[in-house]
Structure formats: C-alpha cells, structure tokens
C-alpha cells in the first residue's frame, strides 16, 4: 500500500526561462499557424470596416492585431494547461503535527 503521509520530491523547479519557453513557443507557433488559417479568408479591412468602421488602420496593422489576439488566447491555453500539469508533491503538503 502506498503512503501518502510523505511528500514524494519529484524534481527540482524549472529554470524561468524554460518555464515561459514551454508557454511562449507553442502558443506563438498555434497562434502563426491560427493567423495564416483565419487571414486565408478574412481581410482585416473588411473586417474593420464591419466592426470599427471609424478606426484608421492598415491591412498590415490588422494583421498584426490579429495575431496577438491569438497569440493572448493560445498563451492563456498554454498557461492553463502548464497550471494543470505541475507536479503535486509541491503544492499537496500534509498539515504540520500539532506537539
């Protein structure tokens, strides 16, 4: 039978710059591969033109726009996914005995 009473150490913590490395590059990867896909069939004028009509902005500036809006929501998966896949033996510490 397994005893849970001990924390179990895992592994040491990650450097930072590997933990935002393994957020950034595959949500700045799906979000070049999301902005290709969606600017295929979407102009970012007519799209302005359909919701901001009065904003001054160029097909090259929508583009950019685009893609950090998808690269904020596949940042924000990454992140979520990176959250849910921490070890637990950091964070599931039992109680500390009352002497």
């Known amino acids: 039978m397994t005893d849970y009473s001990e924390p179990r150490f895992d592994h040491p913590p990650r450097p930072l ?9 595959p949500s700045f990867f799906a979000a070049g591969v999301a902005t290709m ?10 799209l302005r033109d359909q919701t901001f009509p009065d904003l001054q902005m160029t097909r090259e500036f929508g583009y950019t726009l685009g893609f950090l809006m998808f690269w904020l929501c596949t940042a924000s998966s990454s992140l979520f996914t990176w959250i849910l ?14 002497k």
């Open 17 to 25: 710059a590997q933990r935002v490395g393994a957020i950034a590059w």
């Open 37 to 46: 896909v969606f600017f295929a069939f979407v102009d970012p004028l007519v």
């Open 85 to 98: 896949l921490r070890p637990a033996s950091r964070f599931n510490r039992p109680l500390p005995r009352d």
